[in-house]
């Protein structure tokens, strides 16, 4: 048997060649390294997705146990019906009296001394006289 010649082709351009392989190589590397990401990213997602359904469970249970336990019956609860209309002004002035009477009340309490008190007492007791 006669040995077959061999046949080398001749590549005009051997540097574009390497060149365009080279480049592939690298874009092929890109696209599984993003997967690689995209891969964590989708296990991530489910695991966070697991965690906000256990969270749902725990919050709807806790709602329950809330419902249950602590708030009064629907029935228990009386609504009071509005007898007459009061202005908003009105309303208004009545809780800013309410608001200075409070903060008179906690301004002689939390600013007067020793001395000061007894000094009031004092003025008490002779008014009661």
Known sequence: MQKGKLLHAQIKNPILVRKTLLESAISTAEA???MHEFKKLK??????KAELR?????VKILRTKLEEEEL????EIKHEKIKEDVSKKVLIKEEIK???????ILGKETEKSGLDLEIDRLREKIRNL
């Open 72 to 75: 009064p019956r629907l029935t």
């Open 43 to 48: 296990s991530l997602e489910g695991r966070k």
């Open 98 to 104: 309410k608001q200075r009477k409070q903060e008179t």
């Open 54 to 58: 256990r969270l749902f469970e725990e």
């Open 32 to 34: 599984l390294k993003s």
